[in-house]
Nanobody, 115 residues
Framework: QVQLVESGGGLVQPGGSLKLSCVAS????????MYWFRQAPGKPLEWVSS????????SYPDSVKGRFTASRDNAKNTLYLQMNSLKFDDTAIYYC????????RGQGTQVTVSS
């Protein structure tokens, strides 16, 4: 079955950086568009990034554009999210998913931006 395991979260100061990873199994990763989502306390799930199966086409909402970079290594079945210039509002649980609604997602990794 589909399994997605995120890692790399943690506590970081404003302006800092983190790189998240997501290891996928149970489906053909190299043929799948992949997505990052996040959910802050008391808020709905928010789309963060989309990346095409080959990694050529990548999209972001305005809230993270220019600060976050999604990438993938199909040989390792791994999705990445490089997050720079982190802000307090970036605090959330971050999930990778294989569908556009984020329903098929992993358990998430906590990112906390705090001074």
């Amino acid at each position: 079955q589909v399994q997605l395991v995120e890692s790399g979260g943690g506590l970081v100061q404003p302006g800092g950086s983190l790189k998240l990873s997501c290891v996928a199994s149970g489906f053909t990763f190299s043929r799948s568009w992949m997505y990052w989502f996040r959910q802050a306390p008391g808020k709905p799930l928010e789309w963060v990034s989309s990346i095409s199966d080959g990694g050529v086409t990548v999209s972001y909402p305005d809230s993270v554009k220019g600060r976050f970079t999604a990438s993938r290594d199909n040989a390792k079945n791994t999705l990445y999210l490089q997050m720079n210039s982190l802000k307090f509002d970036d605090t959330a649980i971050y999930y990778c998913a294989k569908d556009t609604r984020g329903e098929a997602r992993g358990q998430g990794t906590q990112v906390t931006v705090s001074s």
